[in-house]
């Protein structure tokens, strides 16, 4: 696995080398610390995780109380407390991410996967957090959108030298303002942010916050991107806008798991974006505000009621609604190619070609030919193509109706009566009460059609043209 990860080493030998001369010089003067080997039998465990489903809340054993968040298709990560202080050991390093079943790529993340583990803390909060460098190349740790001391703010060359492979940084800072939050790399970012570095972090109020509401469930996740060709492993860090893979928490639907939800619990959920262009998220069956971005709680007199909100790069928004409709509601962004798993690109729009004929002529040197898309792409869903090893049909996921016709960035919001508070476990497919399902009906009588309109003067089919040349004038005067 490692070996495969390192494919894009050779580049960053520059880089690595100017690194030795500057670091020597930076270590003596900045705040994040370089740890000793002896030093580390004295930091805390290293919990990390191979596993890409959903963990269960992480009810906090000690410090303030808070109702913690869940991860879609991730975990909170676990802290030590020392003498007040809640530590965290957060460890940068070569990964094997489950995109969805049948897909599984070669990232970068933390403690064991990508996205890494979700820190929890509360306002108010003394926070250390030490970070081992296990990737072929040195790396830093912003912590986005954090008050904290300059020298805290993971800038690597800026506000501190870079972490090299095989150390340990230390960073210690107090989480001052309650909301949601990122982390990522500010160090050879474009690599590191398309190999899948990045985590979450909520700083939960401590006690009443008149702009943070109390909610029953707390759901988060960052919106990432990845150009990985079908066959391959590793993605390809270059790609500038052409993902091929749209994904939450480096999941591909059907590879997202559903928000299982009570009926009529208050629901929030907060998303970051860390790819390369705007998400505009689009949630059915009820309307939402955005009650905070990363810039902090929005004021009540600013909120208003949406039900698609757009994200833009290196932007956060948490929204938030009362789950008062039963049903499995589509949840996804509305970029109709962000819902799309790879093989979308380049093929070539045959909506209405009849290829009658012409597919049998191309069969007689193409046996297996196949024609696609005369009568759009929905067929895709439901053929069974031959694709290569590792990777998804551009379409998948399966439905009670049949196929979904969907990939990417979508998944499901289960809202159930009979759900139980806390059990976020999948309810199945929603039972609709009869006579609630779009139906056919019989076979449409013969339109009705209004009666020709008696034409007052001239034949019927006169039509009077009013003809504009382009850059003339008017041809009707
Ligand atoms: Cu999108």
Redesign the pocket.
Known sequence: MRAAATDKDNPMTTRRDFFKLGGAVAAASVSAASISSAAMAALPEIVSTDKADTQPPLLPPNGRPYNPVVTLNGWTLPWRMKDGVKEFHLVAEPVVREIAPGMKAHLWGYNGQSPGPTIEVVEGDRVRLYVTNRLPEHTSIHWHGQRLPNGMDGVGGLTQPQIPPGKTFVYEFTARRPGTFMYHPHADEMVQMAMGMMGFWVTHPKGRHPLIDPVDRDFCFL?NAYDIEPGAYTPNVNTMLDFNL?TWNSRAFPGIDSLNVRLNDKVRIRIGNL?M?????HLHGVEFEVTGTDGGPVPRSARWPEVTTDIAVGQMRQIEFVANEEGDWAFH???SH?VMNPMGHGVPTMIGVDHTGLAKKITRVIPDYMVMGERGMADMAEMEMPLPDNTLPMMMGQGQYGPLEMGG?FTVMKVRREQKRGDYSDPGWFRHPPGTVAHEVGAPAEPMRAPPAAAPQGKAGDVELVVRKPGGHGGHH
Do not use: E, G, V
């Not at 262009?277 to 998220?281: A, D």
């Open positions: 919106l749209w790819t262009t705007n998400h505009p998220i962004c509305h970029k962000h960035m």
